[in-house]
């Protein structure tokens, strides 16, 4: 499956921002999803993910209560609202898909994703 992510830009401390991620090529029902991010030097760190339903879904300790996944599998798109944003959250954010056969499992481990998008750019200034 090929990723597209969007959405990216340059928010204050407080706004929200959300970030689509487009996917083609193969049923995008049957992919667990996920966002990740990663700041220029440090390694990329899990977000949120969601099963391939989209009933379940899990986040980070970071970013739990602020941000949102969700998904449409009808439009084969992946999103995340992203609200209260810290500079903290300042990142390069990537979206992710991994095919499971089974609709229950998620991933919150890079190397368990063998499908990227390009990355999109979220800086949130203070």
């Known amino acids: 499956v090929q990723l597209q992510a969007s959405g990216g830009g340059l928010v204050q401390a407080g706004d929200s921002l959300s970030l689509s991620c487009a996917a083609s090529g193969r049923t995008f029902s049957d992919y667990v999803m996920g966002w990740f991010r990663q700041v220029p030097g440090k390694e990329r760190e899990f977000v949120a993910a969601i099963t391939r339903s989209g009933l379940n879904t899990y986040y980070a300790d970071s970013v739990k209560g602020r941000f949102t996944i969700s998904r449409d599998n009808a439009k084969k798109t992946v999103y995340l609202q992203m609200n209260s944003l810290k500079p903290g959250d300042t990142a390069v954010y990537y979206c992710?898909?991994?095919?499971?056969?089974?609709?229950?499992?998620?991933?919150?481990?890079?190397?368990?994703?063998?499908?990227w998008g390009q990355g999109t750019l979220v800086t949130v200034s203070s």
């Open positions: 992710a898909a991994r095919y499971s056969s089974t609709p229950y499992p998620y991933y919150t481990r890079d190397s368990d994703y063998g499908s």
